[in-house]
């Protein structure tokens, strides 16, 4: 179906502003993949006001997540979905999603993934798109993105087409990255996401040392464990130079917007996850005992 026609049969289902503004982030999201371009009208002529949006209380909030390959993005994102009630979107899961599928787009995206190489901005723009429409047509408001934007123009199409709250920078240093990647294993049945890589270095001539507990699978999973296609030394470390190259000028982007809060992990679940709350002013929030690491 032909992305104005869907935006237009969910677009009359909407009622409340929240719910319309997010239907308003999809449209303008399809318009720009459509056009593959930015020609698509500035933020100011849609309603996409604080006013209309945030609803501070329920924490509706536009998040996005920036970090290295390996840092923790989807970890940290899908708890603050569950604690926040707002959707958690991972392109990666969008393209990962679509490789393996038997749909048109599986062979290319799978060689250029396994290459540690980005898809071209026009093609992940249409797979958010869609996931945003669909999200819409749920009723689902407010989202906390992982792995987009990744690039400045990726950041500046989002720019355009809603309001960012707030860009989370996650950060850890490489070597511990790279031993990160290395371990992550995913549950081929759940889908539950592991790691067996134990971090444990020492303080070193001023550098602090860290200290990351593997995070087992329990034994339902435990003989159901794979490895990611993209999580071999040469990939991760490709990854990880396409990312020094092209997301890291996404943090100046948003740094000098004034959205971008630096976190620097200080190890695994248990010491970052309360301290993230505290940076992001959630440590009083209801519900946040039940995901206490
Ligand atoms: P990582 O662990 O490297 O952060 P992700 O799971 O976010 O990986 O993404 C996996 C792959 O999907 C990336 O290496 C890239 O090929 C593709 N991808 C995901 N998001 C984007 C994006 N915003 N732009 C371009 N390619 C992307």
Known sequence: MAAGSRLLRFAASVSSPTVQTFSVFARRLSIAASEGDLRFPPSSTVNSSCEARCDVKGKNVQWAFLGCPGVGKGTYASRLSLLLGVPHISTGDLVREELNSSGPLADQLKGIVNQGKLVSDEIIIDLLSKRVEEGAA????????DGFPRTVRQAEILERVTDIDQVINLKLREDVLLKKCLGRRICSQCGGNFNVALIDIKEEEGKPGIYMAPLLPPSDCADKLVTRSDDTE????????IYNDMTQPVEEFYRKRGKLLEFELPGGIPESWPKLLQALHLDNHDHKQSLTA
């Open 234 to 241: 040469e990939v991760v470390k490709e990854r990880l130079r």
């Open 138 to 145: 749920r009723g689902e408001s407010g989202f906390i993105l």
